[in-house]
């Protein structure tokens, strides 16, 4: 495994590399992590059927997916407009989900969540102002999603990266 591929800015090893997977005998596997494209070509290896890619497109709930995640692991039956929500602030990543779904399941935070997208704004009241005491420096309102965790867990860094 090589782990973080976009790291290497030496056309040597692209080389090598390229080399090395035009020669792997077939009994071997070898994974390549990065966050770009490497730099070699990967078209002999796409034209045999030897590669798979996983891009962030593959990593990313769909609505779909995203619903069947909190009604079976959960058991969180939600309407499709607080999905289409869930899934916009948490751009579709797990984690961003499962963070959500632990906290939605006090009843106080499903209503905030269905209150703020009536009101079109934040989840927490008062924090949509840039002049409150609650926003950031900048004037911005706090994430919803910090928020949420923040409420569940009041502990004093709670408190103070949210609230």
Same mark, same amino acid.
């Given at each position: ?9 030496? !056309? ?10 035009? #020669?792997?005998?077939? *009994?071997?596997?070898? /994974?390549? /992590? *990065? ?6 070509? +990967?078209?002999? +290896? ?47 990543? /797990? ?9 939605? #399941? ?8 269905? #209150? ?5 704004? /934040?989840? #927490? ?7 409150? !005491?609650?926003? *950031? ?16 867990? +009041? ?5 103070? +990266?949210?609230?």
């Amino acid at each position: 495994m090589l782990d973080d591929y976009h790291n290497v800015d030496s !056309p040597e090893i692209d080389t090598i590399l390229a080399f090395l997977l035009d #020669h792997l005998p077939t *009994t071997t596997t070898l /994974v390549v /992590v *990065t966050r770009t494209d490497p730099e070699f070509s +990967q078209a002999r +290896q796409r034209a045999r059927g030897q590669m798979t890619e996983i891009t962030i497109r593959d990593l990313r709930f769909t609505s779909s997916e995203t619903e069947n995640f909190f009604d079976i692991n959960f058991g969180l039956h939600l309407d499709s407009e607080v999905l289409s929500y869930l899934k916009r602030i948490t751009e579709g990543w /797990v984690a961003g989900l499962q963070l959500l779904a632990m906290n939605l #399941h006090a009843d106080t935070a499903l209503k905030d969540i269905l #209150h703020s997208l009536k009101q079109n704004r /934040v989840l #927490h009241p008062g924090l949509s102002d840039p002049g409150s !005491p609650g926003g *950031t420096a900048g004037g911005d309102p706090i994430d919803p999603l910090l928020c949420l965790g923040a409420r569940k867990d +009041q502990s004093e860094i709670g408190r103070k +990266q949210c609230c």
